[in-house]
C-alpha cells in the first residue's frame, strides 16, 4: 500500500542524506510543521499499528524537504508490483505512469470505455490546462512522452517476459523515434509560424 511505501521511502532517503530523524523533524519545522523526533519515527515505523499517517499537506512538504516529487514517497524504487488499493494490484511501472498522468488506470476507463478517446480524456483531466494548452501548439508532444512511458513499462516487465517482450521494445523504440522527428518538425512550423507572424506586425 503507497502508506507502507511512504514509510519506507522517508526512511531510506532521510538515510540516503546522512539526516537523523531530528534533522528531518527540524526541517520540517521550518516549513511550518511541529514536527519533533518522534514524529518522524512514527511515520517510519515498519509495524502499521504504531506508525502515524500523513496528510497531503505534509506529504507535499515532507516531499520538499527531502527534494524530491510526491509521487516519489509513494512507489517503490524496484520493479515488480504494488497495491494502488487494498483490492487492486499493479505493475510498480504502471503505478509510476498511472500517478504521472501517463497512463489511464481505474475509475470509468476501464471496462467498456477505452481507446483513443479514453486516453485524450484522462490526459485532459490529468493534466494542468497549461500542459494541455502546450500539447495543443505543439503536436506530437503527447505521443512522444506516452511512447517513452510505453517503451520503460516494458523494460520494467519480470525478467522472465523480457525475451517475449523484447521485440515490442524495439517497435516502441522505433516509433519514439519517428514521433520525436514528427514533434522537431511540429516545433519547427510553430516557431516559423510564429516569426511570420511577428514579421507581419
Known sequence: MPSDVLSGRVRQLRAKRGWTADDLAERMRHEGWSWGRSTVAKIEAVDRLNRRAVDVDELVSLAFVLGVSPIALLVPTASGSTNLTPNTTTQTGSAWHWMTGLLPMGGPLDGDESGPEAQRRFYSE????????????????????????????????????????????????????????????????YVGRVKREKGTK
Open 126 to 189: 490529468s493534466a494542468p490546462n497549461f500542459v494541455v494548452t502546450a500539447e495543443t501548439r505543439v503536436p506530437g508532444l503527447r505521443a512522444l512522452q506516452q511512447q517513452a512511458a510505453s517503451v520503460i513499462q516494458a523494460l520494467g516487465v519480470a525478467d522472465e517476459r523480457v525475451p517475449r517482450v523484447f521485440p515490442n521494445v524495439l517497435a516502441e523504440v522505433e516509433q519514439l523515434h519517428a514521433a520525436s522527428g514528427r514533434l522537431l518538425d511540429g516545433f519547427r512550423a
